[in-house]
């Protein structure tokens, strides 16, 4: 029986005759995971509040490695951003790579190095604001380190999240990892140029998808061919005009 709250607990007799008794769960790991958390969520509510202030469209975009992230924002910046206030945010465990693409293409980048870590939280995204001062109007991005579990679970204060999710993944997705899909604004289905090489379902994978989020809006896109970007820009600049708006 666990000394703390009285839950059960299992005890483990080794071959020399030593007994261990181990509760099911540690009260001090919960507790210092809720005082992580609790942390986080003040910091993004500051980043929220100042980024509302000057009326900054925050998108956290999300997605496993591989799923498109980078090469969506690239054309994006091109295509639909030049000459438009942008900069990103980017997050990786190593390299400069992404920072690198993304100012070739055109932005403002800041290059956070994770390391071990799985996810940015708010602090890193306060820290690379700082270092880009991104001007009232701005639009900022948040590319997230690729991974479809962390992610999803700390709040940035971004305004909406964005999940890229690539048809060469599976359309099991959205059900293997709900708590992303759960969260995310919009999905988008990328790499659908490679559709006619794969075995992929895309009326199943939206099916999975609005099992998990019934609300979320899902758009087919291409970031390598262009297709299907048109729906991703008209969604933009309707975010776009609320901030702008919101003023």
Same mark, same amino acid.
């Given at each position: 029986?666990?000394?703390?709250?009285?839950?059960?607990?299992?005890?483990?007799?080794?071959?020399?005759?030593?007994?261990?008794?181990?509760?099911?769960?540690?009260?001090?790991?919960?507790?210092?995971?809720?005082?992580?958390?609790?942390?986080?969520?003040?910091?993004?509510?500051?980043?929220?509040?100042?980024?509302?202030?000057?009326?900054?469209?925050?998108?956290?975009?999300?997605?496993?490695?591989?799923?498109?992230?980078?090469?969506?924002?690239?054309?994006?910046?091109?295509?639909?951003?030049?000459?438009?206030?942008?900069?990103?945010?980017?997050?990786?465990?190593?390299?400069?790579?992404?920072?690198?693409?993304?100012?070739?293409?055109?932005?403002?980048?800041?290059?956070?190095?994770?390391?071990?870590?799985?996810?940015?939280?708010?602090?890193?995204?306060? #820290?690379?604001?700082?270092?880009?001062?991104?001007?009232?109007?701005?639009?900022?991005?948040?590319?997230?380190?690729?991974?479809?579990?962390?992610?999803?679970?700390?709040?940035?204060?971004? #305004?909406? #999240?964005?999940?890229?999710?690539?048809?060469?993944?599976?359309?099991?997705?959205?059900?293997?990892?709900?708590?992303?899909?759960?969260?995310?604004?919009?999905?988008?289905?990328?790499?659908?140029?490679?559709?006619?090489?794969?075995?992929?379902?895309?009326?199943?994978?939206?099916?999975?998808?609005?099992?998990?989020?019934?609300?979320?809006?899902?758009?087919?896109?291409?970031?390598?061919?262009?297709?299907?970007?048109?729906?991703?820009?008209?969604?933009?600049?309707?975010?776009?005009?609320?901030?702008?708006?919101?003023?």
């Amino acid at each position: 029986m666990c000394d703390i709250c009285g839950c059960d607990s299992h005890e483990h007799v080794h071959e020399d005759g030593t007994r261990h008794r181990h509760p099911h769960h540690d009260h001090r790991v919960v507790e210092l995971e809720e005082r992580i958390v609790g942390k986080n969520d003040a910091l993004a509510q500051r980043n929220r509040a100042w980024l509302a202030q000057h009326a900054i469209l925050a998108l956290n975009l999300m997605g496993a490695p591989g799923a498109g992230k980078t090469t969506l924002l690239e054309r994006t910046i091109r295509e639909r951003l030049a000459g438009r206030k942008i900069v990103v945010v980017e997050g990786d465990q190593a390299t400069a790579n992404d920072g690198e693409r993304i100012r070739a293409a055109g932005a403002a980048a800041v290059q956070i190095n994770t390391g071990a870590g799985c996810h940015l939280d708010a602090a890193m995204v306060a #820290r690379g604001l700082a270092d880009l001062v991104p001007p009232a109007g701005a639009v900022v991005v948040i590319e997230n380190v690729g991974n479809l579990v962390c992610p999803a679970l700390f709040d940035l204060g971004e #305004r909406r #999240r964005v999940v890229v999710f690539s048809a060469t993944e599976g359309e099991d997705k959205p059900l293997k990892y709900p708590h992303m899909f759960r969260a995310a604004h919009l999905v988008l289905l990328n790499k659908i140029d490679l559709l006619p090489h794969l075995d992929f379902d895309v009326v199943r994978a939206g099916e999975n998808a609005r099992r998990v989020n019934p609300d979320v809006e899902l758009l087919q896109v291409s970031a390598r061919s262009g297709e299907g970007m048109r729906g991703w820009y008209d969604w933009l600049e309707r975010e776009m005009r609320a901030i702008a708006g919101s003023r």
